[in-house]
Nanobody
Framework: QVQLVESGGGLVQAGGSLRLSCAAS????????LGWFRQAPGKEREFAAA????????RYADSVKGRFTISRDNAKNTVYLRMNSLKPEDTAVYYC???????????????????WGQGTQVTVSS
């Protein structure tokens, strides 16, 4: 059974940095896409970044491009989201997700992803 466990959220001032971690277990993730989504109060869940595990290809939302970096540690089966230059509008619950679909473009729609973590809160104060 696939499990995704996020950690690393917290309260940070605008301009600060955080690193989120997503520990994945339950199977090998070669061929999977691991993504980060976020959901602010009263808003829909939105794509932030994703990584194709086997080749390391990445994709970012325009709103985080240049500030966020997604990466993986194969030995630890963990995906990271390094977030720099944080803004108050980055405040949200951040979710890790996994998509088992092979090939094609990295998906950005939450509905495509098969597995989800429980989320971790990120709050950026102004």
């Amino acid at each position: 059974q696939v499990q995704l466990v996020e950690s690393g959220g917290g309260l940070v001032q605008a301009g600060g940095s955080l690193r989120l971690s997503c520990a994945a277990s339950g199977r090998t993730f070669r061929g999977y896409t691991l993504g980060w989504f976020r959901q602010a109060p009263g808003k829909e869940r939105e794509f932030a970044a994703a990584l194709r595990w086997s080749v390391g290809t990445t994709r970012y939302a325009d709103s985080v491009k240049g500030r966020f970096t997604i990466s993986r540690d194969n030995a630890k089966n963990t995906v990271y989201l390094r977030m720099n230059s944080l803004k108050p509008e980055d405040t949200a619950v951040y979710y890790c997700a996994a998509d088992a679909t092979w090939g094609g473009a990295i998906p950005t729609s939450p509905g495509v992803y098969d597995y989800w973590g429980q989320g971790t809160q990120v709050t950026v104060s102004s």
